[in-house]
């Protein structure tokens, strides 16, 4: 095996359980993978405003593959490379519906989260611990009229959080039908971005760039919106605390995010 790029998820895969901190055992991993020639790319459904913790951990990636592949920035070159938004008709269309329900949602641009006034107060619900709630939640810039704010802009993402069961159904079926690609990370939430832009397309598009093939690529993940890039991925992991969905994309299955599944399969096979 000869891999050139590692692909990381980070909620549930790379972060240990408090989606806040990488083990020592995983930085030294990722460190030495690449200072022998591997380039490292973290590939999230996170907006860039929340990206900067854990760089700090991991200063030395490459490519950040951010709002599940809308967007993709070039750490060595300090640029973004690639964008694929929602439109903008759709997005307000989509606001007008989800306001209807009790969810807190927001709409990412720039790399930056936003959301309507009021919705906020269903955020408490979510399922994190909380740290990474609040610091989730600090990042979030609300608005008196968000459409008003989106003016014409596109989005990269809008993302549900606390979808009640009796609701998800109906809301997945209405973004779908938008000619979205649609995904979800954990219990009611709903992701949704560009039909253009998802891991996979993003990460094909970054290794395409490079010369890198599939069969040089190794990949992890744990959730729905992982899949086409464990699809995609030759050397694809599903972690050990990852969905049904996720498994079965996956060719390969490595340990916890909390027993560092992640190192254990790069000192395996890159080290």
Partial sequence: MSIKMIATDLDGTLMSPDHLTITERTKAALKQAHDLGIRIALCTGRPMCIIGDVVEQVPFVDYIIHSNGASVYDRNNNKPVYESLIPNDVACELIDFVLQYEVSFDVTVNGESHLQKGTEVYFDSMIFP??????????????????????????????????????FDELWSKIESKNLFVATSFKGNIEATSINADKGKALKGVCDSLGIEAREIMAFGDAGNDCPM??????????????????????????????DGVAVQIERYCL
């Fill in 130 to 167: 909380t740290e990474f709630i609040q610091s989730v939640s600090e990042s979030m810039i609300a608005h008196d009229d968000l459409k008003a704010f989106l003016g014409g802009r596109g989005i990269e993402k809008i993302t549900l959080y606390t979808v009640k069961d009796e609701d």
């Fill in 230 to 259: 464990l699809e995609y991925a030759l050397y694809s992991f599903a972690m050990g605390n990852a969905t049904d969905e996720c498994k079965s994309s996956a060719r390969f299955e490595t340990d916890t995010n909390g027993n």
